[in-house]
C-alpha cells in the first residue's frame, strides 16, 4: 500500500493536464517517428527506430509514475489546514542559524514545486523538517551537504 500524496487542486490538475499532453500529443509524435523509421527498412541498423523507441520507452515510464502519483493523491482543503504551525501550502520564514540569514519556504505538493522560487515538496528533507512546527520552534535538516539549523520566525499561507 502506497502513501497519499497531498496536492492542492491547482497541483493535480496541472498534473492531470501534463499526463493527458503526454498520452495523446507525445506519444502519438513518438509512434509516427516510430511508423516511419520502420518504412526506412532493416530495423537491426536502424538508428532513428531504436531512438524512437527508446523515447517510447522513457515516455511511458514518465506516463506510470505521473499516473501513480495522481492515484495516491489527495487535494487537501485549505480550510482544514491549522494556521498555527507549519502544514501544507504554508509559507514559512526560518532564521538559517548557521549563516545568520533569513529564507522563506513554501510547502507545496508535486507538480507545483519550483526550487528556484523556494517552493519545495512537503516531503522534502526540508519539507519534513518544517511541518508541526510553531514560531520560534527550531529545527535540524539532514541533507546532503551537511546539517543545516533553522529557527522558525513567521509562518503565513
Same mark, same amino acid.
Do not use: W
Given at each position: ?34 511508423? #516511419? ?5 532493416? *530495423?537491426? =541498423?536502424?538508428?532513428?527506430?531504436? #531512438?524512437?523507441?527508446?523515447?517510447? /520507452?522513457? *515516455?511511458?515510464?514518465?506516463?506510470? =509514475?505521473?499516473?501513480?502519483? @495522481? #492515484? ?15 502544514? %501544507? ?11 545568520? =540569514?533569513?529564507?522563506? %519556504?513554501? @510547502?507545496? /505538493?508535486? /507538480?507545483? =514545486? ?6 519545495? *515538496?512537503?516531503?522534502?528533507?526540508? /519539507?519534513? #523538517? *518544517? ?25 503565513? %499561507?
Amino acid at each position: 500500500m502506497s502513501d497519499k500524496i497531498p496536492m492542492t487542486r491547482e497541483g493535480y490538475d496541472k498534473l492531470k493536464a501534463d499526463l493527458d499532453r503526454m498520452r495523446t500529443t507525445e506519444m502519438t509524435e513518438i509512434t509516427k517517428r516510430i511508423a #516511419a523509421a520502420r518504412e526506412l527498412g532493416d *530495423l537491426s =541498423e536502424n538508428a532513428e527506430y531504436h #531512438a524512437a523507441r527508446e523515447d517510447q /520507452g522513457m *515516455l511511458q515510464a514518465r506516463i506510470d =509514475e505521473l499516473s501513480r502519483k @495522481l #492515484a495516491d493523491a489527495f487535494i487537501i482543503d485549505p480550510n482544514s489546514i491549522p494556521t498555527d504551525q507549519a502544514a %501544507f501550502g504554508a509559507k514559512v520564514k526560518v532564521m538559517d542559524l548557521d549563516l545568520n =540569514e533569513e529564507e522563506v %519556504f513554501h @510547502l507545496v /505538493g508535486p /507538480g507545483e =514545486e519550483d526550487y528556484d522560487q523556494n517552493r519545495i *515538496l512537503v516531503s522534502s528533507p526540508i /519539507g519534513q #523538517a *518544517l511541518l508541526g512546527k510553531r514560531v520560534g520552534d527550531k529545527c535540524e535538516v539532514k541533507v546532503p551537504m551537511g546539517t543545516l539549523h533553522f529557527q522558525i520566525k513567521e509562518i503565513g %499561507f
